[in-house]
């Protein structure tokens, strides 16, 4: 039995594999960000095909970062009885879930009467969107509804929470230069950049405690040609964050503005393109506490084990192939060991779009 497959864990939370189902917005969530029964059904049958850990779609912690329409919430209290329904029937299939929190920024996809806001008042390069810069008081606001929304998913008995800090929403605004301009303790030097995410993190743990699971994603570059966050940058602050206590790291990269720069996400069809951000785990792995989850074109064992026997990622997170086959990992685990049958169309984050459901296009299958 691969290696891949062993009994684990991420902080406290025991895993019974190290595949994680990479958070993926799936478009179905209520009007208000409520829970809704296909949407259970969705992380039922992602639990039964024996995935380790469950990643959420991202999860809205106020109504201002709101990102996309069918998004998850977990701004209010009274939302936390819809978000236990799912992280229950997670747990009846055996698996764990932990919530992906996020807020939106400027990066925002839905019109609405109040303008979004962001670190400084720079103009959206993919949206067009032209936000407020956030005052000290807005970001204190915004560290709080973090805190509360991690607060909601530790009540609604999710395993634990992951802080979306990646792919060019809120907290990854300010950790980038090209979007964060400013000149108060905020700003500036990648110490103050950052200083966002670990008050951040610092809030939730008042929360939640020290023995509940926090993990966070963030980019190991932005793509964005230079101006935005380099791996410099980032490795300074996993370490940081490996450093002051956090569970594990997930490595993804880019933003929505990126367009070519960032490495290919489509025709993954050889061992050769898949894991597109493994030398940047290569390059951070060796700086960290923690266990890195690796993300970005994974499709096949053989490179996951490679990886893993290196020692570059402890944890390997899909997200497309997961769409496709829900019940992957259990088809590993029976001997077939035939790479994901994900040919990295991408046609099935139009169907979220279009359809208001996330399905495999190329396969008929619902996710």
Known sequence: MSELFQITNIGKMELRNRFVRAATWEGMAGENGEVIEPLIGIYRELAKGGVGLILTGYTYVSKRGKANPGMLGAYDDSLISGLKRLADAVHKESGKVALQIAHGGSQIQIHTDTPSEAPSAIR???TGNMPVEMTIQDIQRVIGEFAQAARRAKEAGFDGIQIHAAHGYLLSQFISPYSNRRTDRYGGHIEN?????????DAIRKNVGNDYPVLIKINASDFDGGAGLTPEDSLWVCRKLSD??????????????SGELIPSRLAINSSDK?????EYARQFRPHLKCPLILVGGLRSLEVMEAMYR???AQFFSLSRPFISEPHLIKRWQSGDRERAR???CNKCFMTASREGRLSCVSFKAPL
């Open 244 to 257: 002051i206590g956090i569970d594990a790291i997930e490595l993804s990269g880019g933003i929505l503005a």
């Open 124 to 126: 959206e390069r993919a």
């Open 310 to 312: 290196e020692g570059s």
């Open 274 to 278: 898949e894991a597109y951000f493994k």
């Open 193 to 201: 950049r950052a200083r966002i995410i670990f008050e951040t993190y």
């Open 342 to 344: 994900c040919i990295s």
